[in-house]
C-alpha cells in the first residue's frame, strides 16, 4: 500500500478499545493530526471525526427539534434531581 500512519489508542474512539484486532482488515475515516514529511511521520486521529460527526447530529437535532414533539431516547443518567435522556443528537 501507500504512506502508512500511526493512530494512537487514545485517539480510535471516545472509549478505550481493548480489542484491537476487529479494526484489522477495516476501512476507517481518519484526520491528519500531525504530519512530518522529512520523517514520512504520519499520526493520524478517528476520535476526533467521531467527535464531529457526533457534535453535527447534536446541531441538527437542535436545529430540527420542537416543543410538543415527541422523541424516543435512551436513560444515560440518573441523579437525585432527575434522568438524563440521549435523544440521539
Not at 500500500?1 to 484486532?21: K, M, R, Y
Not at 514529511?37 to 446541531?59: D, F, G, H, M, Y
Amino acid at each position: 500500500g501507500g504512506a502508512e500512519a500511526f493512530l494512537p489508542g487514545s485517539q480510535i474512539d471516545f472509549h478505550p478499545v481493548n480489542n484491537l484486532d476487529g479494526l484489522v482488515g477495516q476501512e476507517i475515516k481518519v484526520k491528519v493530526i500531525k504530519l512530518n514529511r522529512k520523517r514520512r511521520n504520519i499520526v493520524v486521529s478517528r476520535r476526533i471525526i467521531l467527535e464531529e460527526e457526533k457534535e453535527k447530529a447534536k446541531q441538527k437535532l437542535l436545529a430540527e427539534i420542537e416543543e410538543g414533539q415527541e422523541k424516543e431516547g435512551i436513560v444515560k443518567n440518573i441523579t437525585d434531581f432527575g434522568v438524563f435522556v440521549d435523544l440521539g443528537g
